[in-house]
């Protein structure tokens, strides 16, 4: 389990104090698929790095199970946007980065390796470097490797933003084909109602900054879910309670 | 009448990269020679390329021209890999450590604008004129661009990359070897092509400063017995060494940097 206690981040650009985060609680339990849903600038990702112990908070305190989180760890995987794959390494050295770094043998690290590039549809790839690879197929070798390391908590970073809305959504159905096979905890960052509701068990909406919580919603549609659920009535109306929620935002 | 299919020969001949490059060398050597031949000047101040070949082929022939290359290759070698190796330690440190760069970076910054030729006369007072003084003014060339873009390297590694490192259980020395290293490479390779040049540059001005063999002595010695023939064999030895290692370090590139694509810091 994750808490968040009253977490607040403000940092100085140009001698100005700006406050990123204010007073943000929440928790998460294990296997939960938590979004966070928020418009551009307020500060969702700045609350996916301080959960990754990436960054320090100005006050407040995010605990892993019960542990204070002080900086990186391997409990936590990350998957950002970009600037994801080290580029230096190809994509089967890139997923077998973590088991090699907590010491798998080789043999086992190959097992691991050829399992994910089975999983991701990658097969005839593993020798080649991520910039000979498109977007989409970088973003499916970031999330094998933060799976293969088998983290307890999955943190992913508007990981689908950068791709276009065909190959978004065969990644959004990849994701929970793995995650409905390997139950993490996810923390998801996103601009996109969509795929918040696609995805999520729970989401949370937050004000733009500084970053407040401004709205929790459950999201109880059956899973597995395929995009046919966009146009489920349940569906329609949660995307109506939740849009009005984002735009008290805009109005106020 | 030239018929067709000699003519598109003709036509991808003057395509070719190799033939293109070296058609200019050609028509300088042979407008060179045809000049040098009509003794419109005193030939003996500017020799022309039968003279210089001749000249070369003496050298060849006793050994005192292989003999020169060992020297300076020796030199040359050794001043580079010590001011590469000086070079990559601290701009790892200055990158990486900002104390460091606060420090040690402006010292060494101010030491960057010394040139390795006003060092000279002093290293000799330290090292006499035997091989370490070539070796350390060499090695001065080399360790400042080395230095200056490793330390970018290292200093500019995304921070993403090492928080992904980090959550994937990297810590301590991993950290450098697996992520700030190998991001820096490319940059690193930039300052080492440069460096390449410096030390050549260093390595000519010790020489002539004094020494008891190497390209560099030759022409200042060759200059003391009048021998332009001689001065010029070295300048272009000298010229085509440049050549020959900075070719060798970019084919080099391909293989320390299969992953790379940028064009910025390596341009062909």
Redesign the interface.
């Known amino acids: 389990m994750i808490t968040v206690e009253n977490i607040s981040v403000a940092y100085r650009q140009r001698g100005q104090s700006v406050v990123a985060l204010e007073n943000l609680s929440f928790t998460v339990a294990d296997e939960e698929f938590l979004c966070i849903l928020g418009p551009s600038g307020c500060g969702k990702s700045t609350a996916l790095h301080v959960i990754g112990g990436f960054i320090p908070l100005t006050t407040g305190v995010v605990r892993h199970n019960g542990q204070m989180v002080r900086g990186p760890g391997k409990e936590r995987g990350v998957v950002f946007q970009q600037h994801n794959l080290f580029p230096w390494k190809t994509v089967e050295e890139n997923i077998g980065f973590g088991p090699r770094m907590r010491g798998e043998t080789k043999q086992r690290r190959k097992e691991i390796v050829s399992d994910y590039i089975k999983i991701i549809g990658l097969m005839g790839f593993e020798r080649s470097y991520p910039e000979e690879l498109s977007v989409g197929m970088k973003q499916r070798v970031a999330l094998a490797r933060a799976f293969a390391n088998d983290p307890e908590v999955l943190l992913m970073d508007e990981p689908f933003a950068s791709l276009d809305s065909q190959t978004a959504l065969t990644m959004r159905q990849l994701l929970l084909k793995i995650w409905s096979q390997r139950r993490k905890m996810v923390i998801f960052v996103t601009h996109d109602i969509d795929e918040a509701i696609l995805l999520a068990d729970r989401v949370l909406v937050l004000s733009s900054r500084p970053g407040k919580l401004k709205g929790e919603f459950r999201i109880q549609l059956p899973r597995p879910r395929t995009s046919e659920c966009l146009v489920t009535p349940h569906y329609v109306d949660l995307k109506k309670t939740i849009l009005s929620s984002c735009h008290s935002e805009v109005m106020g | 009448m030239i018929n067709e299919s000699f003519k598109r020969r003709l036509f991808w001949i003057g395509q070719s990269k190799i033939v293109r490059g070296t058609s200019a060398f050609v028509a300088v050597i042979v407008l060179w020679e045809f000049l040098s031949s009509l003794r419109l000047y005193n030939t003996l101040l500017f020799p022309g390329p039968r003279r210089i070949a001749m000249a070369f082929s003496d050298m060849f022939v006793s050994g005192e021209w292989f003999g020169d290359l060992r020297d300076s290759g020796v030199r040359y070698s050794l001043g580079f890999v010590l001011g590469s190796v000086i070079g990559v330690g601290l701009g790892t440190l200055t990158g990486r450590i900002p104390v460091l760069r606060d420090t040690l970076g402006v010292l060494l910054n101010y030491m960057r604008s010394t040139p390795s030729v006003a060092l000279i006369p002093l290293v000799i007072v330290w090292f006499g004129i035997g091989e370490e003084a070539k070796v350390f003014v060499v090695a001065w060339g080399v360790t400042f661009p080395v230095w200056v873009n490793t330390h970018s390297g290292i200093a500019e590694v995304?921070?993403?990359?090492v928080?992904?490192?980090?959550?994937?259980?990297?810590e301590g020395s991993?950290l450098y070897w697996?992520?700030y290293l190998?991001?820096a490479?490319p940059f690193v390779i930039a300052g080492t092509r440069i460096a390449i040049a410096t030390g050549f540059f260093s390595l000519a001005a010790a020489e002539m400063a004094g020494a008891f063999g190497g390209v560099a002595f030759r022409i200042f010695h060759s200059h003391q017995m009048f021998r332009t023939d001689k001065m010029m064999v070295g300048i272009l030895t000298i010229g085509a060494l440049g050549v020959l290692c900075d070719r060798l370090f970019v084919s080099l590139t391909g293989w320390l940097?299969?992953?790379?694509?940028g064009e910025s810091q390596l341009d062909k």
């Open positions: 995304e921070k993403e990359y928080w992904a490192a980090r959550s994937l259980g990297a991993d697996e992520v190998p991001r490479v940097l299969p992953w790379w694509r």
